[in-house]
């Protein structure tokens, strides 16, 4: 097993990480994509080929994970770091469609795991199910951000119905996602959610779509997703807290107050506000009375005719 780190991901200033990623709240400084971190991680085949779409557009403070069994997963350089769940020396090239090995070797691999998601606080997982990695490994992926992230996302991607035998791999690996402990927990606490992304909706909805085109619509949505659930409303929040916090900084060119007199500065005198009259007599009247007294005279109806 193997973690190799790539430089694809761009310098802290390409990544709008650095002078402009940091934000004063108080007394910390909490710098976007370092004090508060996202991580977008792809397990797969299929989750890699949505994620890379996503990592070419090199999102600002984003980091890209691409996780998998086969050792070709080291040649993803669009990806920050890229994680093979496997030996060393190559021999096992992939599962062979197992998922049972697929999840062995993603338990091999929790102490690496670990490394990418500590510290983490919003965490995007992409798998695609079907096949070893993907169906295997997920379930142990999604526990492990969910033990170090504040919030998890996940996007499964179903395949099609003719695919037969790994669309029924798929949904096997669905139903062992109830067993994924943490991410469950996170669940029911309203900080994790799950959302599959079946490939036979879009025949309904897109009619035939060539197979890139598939991926290339669930990366628009898995990016739109990350946008507007996590990178704007974090720089929102923490532009208002840098706001509110300056409003209260003194200017850098204020002199202090005691310095004041030795330069033959005068405060000015503050001047009382005279009180205006009221605008209505009537109003003048009604501020003077300390007590008012109301009088209620209940008037009995007459009745009608065709009441008597």
Same mark, same amino acid.
């Given at each position: 097993m193997g973690i190799y780190a790539g430089e694809s991901g761009g310098s802290e200033q390409e990544r709008g990480v650095g002078s402009g990623g940091t934000v004063g709240v108080g007394e910390a400084q909490l710098r976007l994509g370092h004090d508060v971190r996202f991580v977008l991680a792809a397990v797969g085949g299929g989750g890699i080929r949505v994620a890379s779409r996503i990592a070419r557009q090199h999102l600002r403070h984003l980091e890209t994970v691409a996780i998998n069994c086969d050792p070709t997963v080291q040649g993803f350089e669009e990806f920050d770091r890229r994680v093979y769940l496997g030996p060393d020396t190559g021999a096992e090239r992939d599962t062979g469609g197992s998922a049972i090995v697929?999840? !062995? @070797?993603?338990?091999?691999?929790? #102490?690496?795991?670990?490394?990418?998601?500590?510290?983490?606080?919003?965490?995007?997982?992409? $798998?695609?199910? +079907? $096949?070893? =990695?993907?169906?295997?490994? @997920? #379930?142990y992926l999604l526990d492990v951000a969910s033990r170090h992230a504040e919030v998890v996302s996940a996007f499964v991607i179903? #395949?099609?119905?003719?695919?037969?035998?790994?669309?029924?791999?798929?949904?096997?690996?669905? $139903?062992? !996602?109830?067993?994924?402990?943490?991410?469950?927990?996170?669940?029911?606490?309203? /900080? =994790?959610? !799950?959302?599959?992304?079946?490939?036979?909706? !879009?025949? +309904?909805?897109?009619?035939? @779509?060539?197979?890139? /085109?598939?991926a290339q619509h669930w990366a628009d949505l898995i990016q739109e997703h990350i946008e507007s659930a996590f990178l704007a409303p974090t720089e929102a929040i923490l532009q208002a807290a840098r706001s509110a916090r300056a409003a209260h900084l003194v200017p850098m060119n204020a002199l202090p107050e005691a310095e004041l007199p030795a330069l033959g500065i005068r405060t000015p005198a503050v001047v009382p506000t005279p009180e205006m009259p009221p605008l209505l007599p009537a109003a003048a009247r009604l501020a003077e009375a300390r007590e008012v007294e109301l009088t209620f005279e209940i008037v009995r109806p007459t009745p009608t005719p065709e009441a008597r």
């Open positions: 697929g999840g !062995l @070797l993603a338990r091999a691999a929790q #102490p690496a795991l670990d490394r990418i998601f500590q510290g983490a606080t919003f965490v995007i997982v992409v $798998g695609s199910l +079907g $096949g070893g =990695a993907g169906s295997g490994a @997920l #379930p179903r #395949p099609f119905r003719c695919e037969g035998e790994r669309r029924a791999l798929g949904d096997r690996a669905l $139903g062992r !996602l109830h067993f994924a402990e943490a991410f469950n927990d996170k669940r029911e606490r309203g /900080r =994790a959610t !799950l959302r599959t992304l079946d490939n036979e909706s !879009l025949i +309904g909805a897109f009619g035939g @779509l060539a197979f890139n /085109r598939i």
